[in-house]
Structures are given as structure tokens and as C-alpha cells.
């Protein structure tokens, strides 16, 4: 099968992929106010996260979910509640005194004492565990999003052509995650630029806060009427 008729389908997933959301703010904010390598960290963990509800959305889980609607709604208000209580971490902690200086270094490991998942009072080191809770704080984001599996169900069943064999399901999938992790590794590169992270550091404060308000705001319309 050529790729010709998958064009279509990466088309409308480069889209998606490049509009703003709870996953660009998050690799952002670790990129600005911490380091270009702790926004591919939170970056990789957004891509997992796609790769989950993809292969969800690939092998028809979004059937499953339709039939059995209480999952879809588990889902979307524990989503709805770790947004929520992101962003209201994220604006406790930009309220507080203000952290020590960063270093100038662009690509320093060394993260904000806020940065971390819904307990970001706790500050994140530079060794495994500071790591691991970038890539963690990533994933949760994404996977808050319980949406993304409707989305990816819609996605596949009307532009993967039919009769689409494994192999090419896969070839797909990789394609999409290579695209998604190509545009958030930029986004961390060009947020974790000298300049930008002078200014985020000036303003750390206020962005903060508004970061915390689009977290509980983007919580706030998961949660079921």
C-alpha cells in the first residue's frame, strides 16, 4: 500500500498536533522556566501519552467506551480533576515567594520548585526522579484528555483507508508520534531559547498565574453537564 492515501490523515494531524493546548503550555512552561532538555522530557511524556489514546483509537477501544459510557465519564472527571488541580498548584505556588535566580545556562537541567505534576510545591532535582517527573507531569497532561480517544476513533475511521493491513497501522502510528514529538521538541527548543527564558523569569510570576488559570479553565470545560 502506498502512502499517498494516508496524506490526508497526517494532514489534519499536523494540524491538531501544532494548536495550543494543555499539552503545548506544559512543555512551555518546563522549557522557559526550566531547560530546553526538561521540555523534550515533558515532551516525550505528551508523546506517550498520544501513543495511548492512538493505539486505543487504532484498535477500536472507542467502540468499548460508547457502549460502556460510565468509562468515558470516569475518565473525563479524573482528567478533569488533574488539570484543575495542576492549575491551582501552578497558581499557589506563583503566589509564594519567589524561587532563587535560574541560571543563564540554556540547556541547565535544574527545574523551577513549581514545575513538578499537581504536588509542584516540591522542588525537582536534576537526577532520575526530577527526570522521571517531567516526563510524568507530560503524560498526565495528555492523558487528561480523555477527548483525544473520541478524537482518534473519528480520526482513523474516516480517513484510514479500509483494508489498512498491520503493518501499514503501525507504519501510520509511528508517523504520527515522529510528528508530534518533532513539533514539541521544537516548541521546547525555541521556548528554552536565552531570551525567552529572561523574559519568562521576569515575568515568571504573572505567567504563572496565567498558565494556572488555562489549566483550571481547560479542567473546568472536561467536566461533564
Known sequence: MSWLPLLPLLGVWILVVMSPGPDFL?????????????????????????GVWAVAGLFGVTVLVQRFEWLYTTARVAGALFLVAFGVATIRAARRQSPPAYSDTADSDTASADDAAPAAATPVNTHGPGRLREWRAGLLTNLANPKALVFFGALFASL??????????????????????AWFSAVAFLAGSPW??????????????????????????????
Open 26 to 50: 506544559i512543555v512551555l512552561r518546563y522549557s522557559a522556566g526550566g531547560s530546553r532538555r526538561s521540555g523534550v522530557r515533558a515532551a516525550a511524556g505528551v508523546v506517550t501519552g498520544i
Open 160 to 181: 484510514l483507508p479500509h483494508r489498512t493491513d498491520l503493518v501499514m497501522r503501525a507504519v501510520t502510528l509511528g508517523a504520527m508520534l515522529a510528528v508530534a514529538f
Open 196 to 225: 525567552i527564558t529572561r523574559g519568562y523569569r521576569r515575568l515568571k510570576k504573572r505567567l504563572d498565574l496565567l498558565t494556572g488559570g488555562l489549566f483550571v479553565g481547560m479542567g473546568a470545560l472536561l467536566i461533564p453537564r
